[in-house]
T-cell receptor
């Protein structure tokens, strides 16, 4: 596709369940980013990938959060044992790695933990 | 660590009014600065950027100047339109050379333009 896609667009889960969120970056973009936006807050950086390695995981809020990426393609963000404070919109973005400033954002996945 | 502070919204203006949305930042080194915009029902997109001190970013009639002495990157537009109604985010990257980096964002300012 032409842009970054994310699935599902909405996810409602019960507290304690695991969830997987998927991101398909723009073809050719070697860098991929995950952000979280809680209600009334700005975007919080979670993790970024360069290819399939993650040089910066500094934003992951706890060890319940993990992410992986297959080559320079799809990425999955997994949240284990979800808590109500995990409710947020999870945004994925991609970009070129060198000499480029713009990150291209997907539409996000709205996660609601009940 | 790095941080971005921008004025709280919503900001409500009449069409053709002058717009300023304030943004200040805290960062070490030489960050790059950005304004991203999210129109209703759309994804976040880059509006403009500035990569070094005194640079002016501009796009769609919007401007912002990178002021290192005041650590600011205020967004301005001389005459707003209803179509400018959106949420505006100020953000920074640690790098001035365009390398991949997780951005630090402000909380966003919701702008409402009334006809």
């Amino acid at each position: 596709g032409a842009g970054v896609s994310q699935s599902p667009s909405n996810k409602v889960t019960e507290k304690g369940k695991d969830v997987e969120l998927r991101c398909d970056p723009i073809s050719g973009h070697t860098a991929l980013y995950w952000y979280r936006q809680r209600l009334g807050q700005g975007l919080e950086f979670l993790i970024y990938f360069q290819g399939n390695s993650a040089p910066d995981k500094s934003g992951l809020p706890s060890d319940r959060f993990s992410a992986e990426r297959t080559g320079e393609s799809v990425s999955t963000l997994t949240i284990q044992r979800t808590q109500q404070e995990d409710s947020a919109v999870y945004l994925c973005a991609s970009s070129f790695s060198q000499g480029a400033f713009e990150q291209y954002f997907g539409p996000g996945t709205r996660l609601t933990v009940t | 660590g790095n941080s971005v502070t921008q004025m709280e919204g919503p900001v409500t203006l009449s069409e053709e009014a002058f717009l300023t949305i304030n943004c200040t930042y805290t960062a070490t080194g030489y960050p790059s600065l950005f304004w991203y915009v999210q129109y209703p029902g759309e994804g976040l997109q880059l509006l403009l950027k500035a990569t070094k001190a005194d640079d002016k970013g501009s796009n769609k009639g919007f401007e912002a100047t990178y002021r290192k002495e005041t650590t600011s990157f205020h967004l301005e537009k001389g005459s707003v339109q209803v179509s400018d109604s959106a949420v505006y985010f100020c953000a920074l990257s640690r790098y001035s050379g365009g390398g991949a980096d997780g951005l630090t964002f402000g909380k966003g300012t919701h702008l409402i333009i009334q006809p």
